[in-house]
């Protein structure tokens, strides 16, 4: 045990372990979560102190081409109902959101032809045009170099695409052949090349993981420094070839946190609305472990129901409003403070404010 927790002092003053080290915690995550939070906790106070961050999510469109085996908007899940939003509608979640002191909007979908990068395009530059003071992030997928760059002269500030695993053979369990992992990791070295705030992540507990993938996660992740890192844990949705895999655990998703707090110390780490929904306390406990953004829902109420990537996923019969007012209770009661800014990483310079 001693060799272990003194991997997690060499984390905590390198930010850099070996594979094999990485492994170790893994496997030894029950009896080493305190310690590890500890630390994790000290860094992000560290550099964010007390302050947590709000992103207001907004899921445009239900549509998606692939057929991710873990996901429930899969292009083969007929059962799920579709929707798309109007830009209008778009512009009225915005408002909603402006109104409750969010200054960052995050657009997220499936991936649907339907919105082209014109389409993209508009909606960023009337967002941004409205919102002067507002960052924009893009969670649509994989596109390519050019699209991207679109997206950026548009106006857009961040993007986030998780890497979902990093390593190659796993993640061809998860997806249908026409995705690849190496695709989707040169997107995000693309990403950040352009010079988006960019995100990177994965899901704990996806089926047929190991504590070796886990790893190698970090590794990439220390390879790519993205500047953001969504992890959650999987959850089994009914209508997917996963309905009955078992879901990922509370535990890990913490720990992973923890380790990737020390791993990348600036990091924007999402508290995650999958960690919220396996656990009442989940989101808190995500803070407690080293997080500092939450990202409530801000889509319209009669569409959440259809954004379904797991079951029984929270919030989804609320108001933007009770919301946001829900989850300012619980960040207090956790002893943190939701700031109303814009909450870029802190090596971004003002300029591209
Ligand atoms: N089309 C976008 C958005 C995907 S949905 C993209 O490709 O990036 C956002 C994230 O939800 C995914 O990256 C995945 O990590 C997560 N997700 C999907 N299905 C899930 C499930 N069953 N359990 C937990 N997380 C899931």
Redesign the pocket.
């Known amino acids: 045990m001693d060799k272990l927790y003194s991997l997690i002092d060499k984390l905590y003053s390198t930010s850099h372990l070996e594979k094999d080290e990485y492994t170790a915690l893994i496997k030894n995550h029950r009896e080493l979560s305190d310690y590890l939070f500890s630390l994790s906790s000290k860094v992000r106070d560290k550099y964010y102190g007390k302050s947590v961050y709000l992103r207001g999510l907004i899921e445009f469109t239900s549509y998606?081409k692939n057929n991710c085996l873990?996901?429930?908007i899969r292009c083969g899940n007929k059962s799920a109902e579709r929707y798309r939003l109007t830009e209008k509608q778009i512009m009225e979640c915005c408002e909603t959101g402006y109104n409750l002191d969010f200054r960052t909007f995050v657009l997220?979908?499936?991936?649907d032809p339907y919105y082209t990068d014109d389409r993209i395009c508009d909606i960023v530059k009337k967002i941004k045009t409205t919102f002067p003071d507002c960052a924009v992030t893009l969670?649509?997928?994989?596109k390519s170099e050019e699209s991207y760059r679109r997206y950026f002269e548009a106006g857009a500030d961040r993007y986030?695409?998780?890497h979902?695993t990093a390593n190659y053979e796993h993640y061809a369990k998860l997806h249908p052949p026409s995705l690849s992992a190496k695709n989707r990791q040169d997107c995000l070295f693309t990403l950040k090349k352009i010079g988006f705030q960019t995100g990177a992540?994965f899901?704990t507990g996806s089926p047929y993981q190991t504590a070796e993938n886990l790893a190698e996660d970090m590794l990439f992740l220390e390879k790519l420094q993205p500047h953001m890192v969504g992890i959650?844990?999987?959850?089994?949705?009914h209508a997917t070839p996963f309905a009955d895999m078992p879901q990922g655990s509370v535990e890990l998703t913490l720990f992973m946190l923890g380790l990737t707090r020390l791993a990348l110390p600036e990091v924007l780490l999402p508290a995650t609305t999958?960690l919220g929904t396996i656990h009442p306390q989940g989101r808190e406990l995500a803070l407690k472990a080293g997080a500092n953004v939450v990202m409530p829902n801000l889509s319209p109420t009669d569409v959440r129901k259809k954004y379904l990537?797991?079951d029984n996923k929270i919030c989804t019969g609320d108001e933007s409003a009770q919301c946001r007012k829900c989850l300012e209770r619980r960040v207090n009661a956790a002893g943190f403070k939701i700031v109303k800014s814009r909450g870029d990483h802190v090596s971004v310079n003002e300029r591209k404010k």
């Open positions: 998606c873990y996901c429930g997220q979908g499936g991936e969670s649509i997928g994989e986030l695409l998780r979902e992540g899901m959650g844990p999987f959850i089994p949705h999958a990537l797991y």
